[in-house]
């Protein structure tokens, strides 16, 4: 047993070192009272010891390494012992790993999405599916929501809505290379990287089920799955991708399917509409507008411009907040939303 001793004590700090490297990457460790440390610093033996360690729910850095240096303090220790702490040790790590992985697999919104994708941008096994006329209820801003940041103050140079033959589901933002450019809403990045025409691209998903995404960034700062805050910078503005000059290109979703942010965000006040929005799909895409705004069912005889003229408002805005092409016809019993 002399040789075996003097050898223990020759890699003490190489036995502590692989030990805490362990521990420091495990989470909530925890100790019951029942068999916390009090119970393993009274063991009397290297198989008491080793009893605590493999029943114990597990133990901390100072509990540990009392443990261990109890057992170099020992005056005999049995052939093999290390090795029987090293595999409870493995077995413990093992456990955590799993409460790990286990908690890991949460994500904002997961009672309405299935999955949180890190590679395809607007996965297809997510896409919103709604029958027409049917309503959604969303809280923008709350205590589980957060506050609302508007992600850069700059000019509007494109608006959402078809452009060139071509639907642009966003807005863009003029801004300079290099300017910060901020996290709308709390929440957790879903993908940061270089994708097509977006170049490089942050789509962060919030835990009301919208998702946001900042495109043509010259420098992404975030990665999939870190949690961000509102006003948190995710990115520096840029021009990569499909881009003519520096801009920003922001879009809204919910499951894939774009939302003119300008029925969410007063860009002018930099400020939310609204904390609570009603989304409706129409044939043209989705529409949203506050949830306490009125609504009006078309009667027999009904024109757009009537209805406006009804409710003191323009047969433009009518068409905006309903999603409504520029000629339209109105059905019996279809309901409008009209204005606060």
Sequence with gaps: MGVFRIYIVKKHTVLMCCVFSFFITT?????????????????KSATQILKKLSTSPSLDNKELSELVDQLFEMENIPEGLIDEVKVAIANMKKKNMSQLKTMTTSFPADDIYTSFEIHNLFPKSDMLKLKSDSCIHLTLQGMKEGDYFHPYDGVITSEFGWRDSAMHNGIDIDLNKGDKVAAAFDGMVRVAKSCGGFGNVVIIRHYNGLETVYGHLSKIKVKSGQVVLAGQTIGLGGSTGHSTGSHLHFEVRLKGVPINPKYLISFPDQKLVCNEITIKKTKWGLAAYPTNIKLYKVEKGDTVFKIAKHFATTTSSLKEINGLPYKTRLRVGQVIAVGQ
């Design 27 to 43: 989470l909530s460790i925890q100790v019951s009272a029942a068999t916390g440390i009090d119970t393993v610093k009274t063991s």
